[in-house]
């Protein structure tokens, strides 16, 4: 989770909703990310997404069933959809988002082989987007 929050950092400083995410495989980190939705201009470009993808074009495959996404906040929908079809092993995510966050709608938007944790680094993330938005606000 530190190497998705240092992802979520390089996120910040370039003005980007500071969301991180890395992908693991057999202990090792396969792909990391940021969000980029306003350096891409592509609503699409949220950290979990470009980790997932670049998870598969280093494995040479579309399925991620021995992969681990660690995600500074909870994903949306949309990024817990790709998880899905990517059938992923394992999501951990640090931090909740009550407002656009999956869980919201349920957990069966996950892939029901999907192993999920929450809670690391809550407080370290959290507190990055709080500060994000205040910072947005003034």
């Known amino acids: 989770m530190k ?3 240092k992802q979520a950092l390089y ?8 969301i991180g995410a890395v992908v693991v495989s057999q202990n090792k980190i ?6 980029q939705t306003e350096k891409l201009n592509d ?3 949220h950290a979990e997404i ?12 579309k399925y991620l069933h021995e992969c681990t996404l660690y995600v500074t906040v909870e994903p949306c929908v949309m ?4 998880s899905y079809w990517a059938q ?16 919201r709608f349920g957990s069966t938007l996950l892939h029901p082989k999907t192993e999920m944790e929450s809670g690391i680094l809550a407080h370290e993330c959290s507190e990055l987007l709080r500060e994000f938005f205040l910072n947005k606000r003034n």
Do not use: M, Q
């Open 3 to 5: 190497e998705a929050y």
């Open 11 to 18: 996120a910040l400083e370039e003005g980007e909703l500071p």
């Open 30 to 35: 396969i792909a990391r990310a940021y969000n």
């Open 43 to 45: 609503v699409t470009a």
């Open 50 to 61: 470009l980790a997932i993808t670049a998870a598969e074009n280093y494995l040479g495959n």
């Open 79 to 82: 990024c817990a959809g790709a």
């Open 88 to 103: 992923l092993k394992r999501l951990v995510y640090a931090t909740a988002d009550p407002k656009r966050g999956f869980r």
